[in-house]
């Protein structure tokens, strides 16, 4: 067998011997202890393990392994990456090293709020993941980013990777609550299509009333295709929520996004607008709701200040 000795071995530290695969790695048994609580039950509990100077560790793959001590090891404490954090998940979570645990899930967030916003198969992979090691934060991210898709992408998705029906269903009726919000949002706009209406300005105000706010969104370089000529429009919605300003403002933010708004300076003095709001405790529940979905890449620009 090939021995490593990176882990103490060199020095004459090591005090034990894991056997993986056809390698064996001399470590430490008090760096084990400390980092992980399985590795001290095992090692100092009432365990066949506790006096043997060898341990086998069947089903392990060397190289995942490894790099899982380097992560753990205080002399090496290797940075947990988009590229490693497959390979320590399994192993963090079945020695539970909650601290690699959680940059992990960390890294899983990153990776599919920057790669994989529309790829739904790729979603549910994310998905799977955390449901077998209990990642709730990167599932509840993945849920949300995949009802943000077309239904018939879910089910393409779920012939792949298997996810409970519970996750299945939830992003199925979150997706089915974003049309409705959808087409409630419609109702607040008018379509101008002549040459005329492209010269309304964009902006951004507030009714006479102190719950009321009025949004007139604007788009006047675009263009659409109408038989064979070609017309500028103007997209103009007035949002009026005489009971609840926030919504209004949640309302805004979601047409700015379904019809790629691209004055800039709308959207963030509605997001702007929206770190500020406290509704109302009767009106609470509904604006976390409706705030929950929000598009994913607008909810992080709210948490971002």
Same mark, same amino acid.
């Given at each position: 067998?090939?021995?490593?000795?990176?882990?103490?071995?060199?020095?004459?530290?090591?005090?034990?011997?894991?056997?993986?695969?056809?390698?064996?790695?001399?470590?430490? %048994?008090?760096?084990?202890?400390?980092?992980?609580?399985?590795? @001290?039950?095992?090692?100092?509990?009432?365990?066949?393990?506790?006096?043997?100077? *060898?341990?086998?560790?069947?089903?392990?793959?060397?190289? $995942?392994?490894?790099?899982?001590? &380097?992560?753990?090891?205080?002399?090496?404490? &290797?940075?947990?990456?988009?590229?490693?954090?497959?390979?320590? #998940?399994?192993?963090?979570?079945?020695?539970?090293?909650?601290?690699?645990?959680? @940059?992990?899930? %960390?890294?899983? #967030?990153?990776?599919?709020?920057?790669?994989?916003?529309?790829?739904?198969?790729?979603?549910?992979?994310? #998905?799977?993941?955390?449901?077998?090691?209990?990642?709730?934060? /990167?599932?509840?991210? !993945?849920?949300?980013?995949?009802?943000?898709?077309?239904?018939?992408?879910?089910?393409?998705?779920?012939?792949?990777?298997?996810? /409970?029906?519970? /996750?299945?269903?939830?992003?199925?009726? =979150?997706? =089915?609550?974003?049309?409705?919000? $959808?087409?409630?949002?419609?109702?607040?706009? /008018?379509?101008?299509?002549?040459?005329?209406?492209?010269?309304?300005?964009?902006?951004?105000?507030?009714?006479?009333?102190?719950?009321?706010?009025? !949004?007139?969104?604007?788009?006047?370089?675009?263009?659409?295709?109408?038989?064979?000529?070609?017309?500028?429009?103007?997209?103009?919605?007035?949002?009026?929520?005489?009971?609840?300003?926030?919504?209004?403002? =949640?309302?805004?933010?979601?047409?700015?996004? @379904?019809?790629?708004?691209?004055?800039?300076?709308?959207?963030? %003095?509605?997001?702007?607008?929206?770190?500020?709001?406290?509704? *109302?405790?009767?009106?609470?529940?509904?604006? @976390?709701?409706?705030?929950?979905?929000?598009?994913?890449?607008? &909810?992080?620009?709210?948490?971002?200040?």
């Amino acid at each position: 067998m090939e021995v490593n000795n990176e882990f103490g071995g060199e020095t004459g530290q090591s005090d034990l011997t894991l056997v993986v695969e056809n390698h064996k790695i001399l470590v430490s %048994k008090s760096v084990l202890c400390i980092a992980s609580p399985v590795f @001290r039950a095992m090692l100092e509990g009432d365990y066949q393990e506790k006096t043997m100077s *060898e341990i086998p560790l069947p089903g392990k793959i060397y190289e $995942d392994f490894v790099e899982f001590l &380097k992560c753990i090891y205080p002399d090496k404490l &290797k940075k947990v990456t988009e590229t490693n954090s497959y390979q320590l #998940i399994p192993l963090a979570h079945e020695y539970q090293v909650k601290k690699i645990e959680k @940059r992990c899930e %960390k890294v899983f #967030i990153q990776t599919v709020r920057k790669k994989h916003t529309i790829d739904v198969t790729e979603l549910y992979r994310h #998905i799977q993941l955390s449901e077998t090691f209990a990642l709730e934060d /990167s599932k509840e991210v !993945c849920i949300y980013l995949a009802s943000e898709n077309k239904l018939a992408q879910f089910l393409t998705a779920q012939e792949k990777y298997k996810i /409970s029906d519970a /996750s299945h269903n939830m992003i199925i009726k =979150l997706a =089915l609550r974003r049309r409705e919000l $959808d087409s409630e949002d419609d109702k607040h706009l /008018s379509l101008n299509t002549d040459r005329q209406a492209a010269s309304v300005s964009s902006g951004f105000s507030f009714g006479t009333y102190p719950t009321e706010i009025a !949004c007139v969104f604007s788009a006047p370089t675009d263009y659409h295709s109408y038989t064979d000529d070609k017309v500028k429009f103007t997209l103009t919605g007035y949002i009026r929520e005489n009971n609840s300003e926030a919504k209004g403002i =949640l309302r805004a933010l979601r047409l700015s996004v @379904r019809y790629t708004i691209t004055e800039r300076n709308i959207r963030s %003095k509605l997001i702007q607008k929206l770190r500020d709001i406290k509704p *109302e405790a009767d009106a609470a529940e509904d604006f @976390r709701e409706e705030y929950s979905l929000l598009p994913e890449a607008i &909810k992080l620009a709210v948490q971002n200040n």
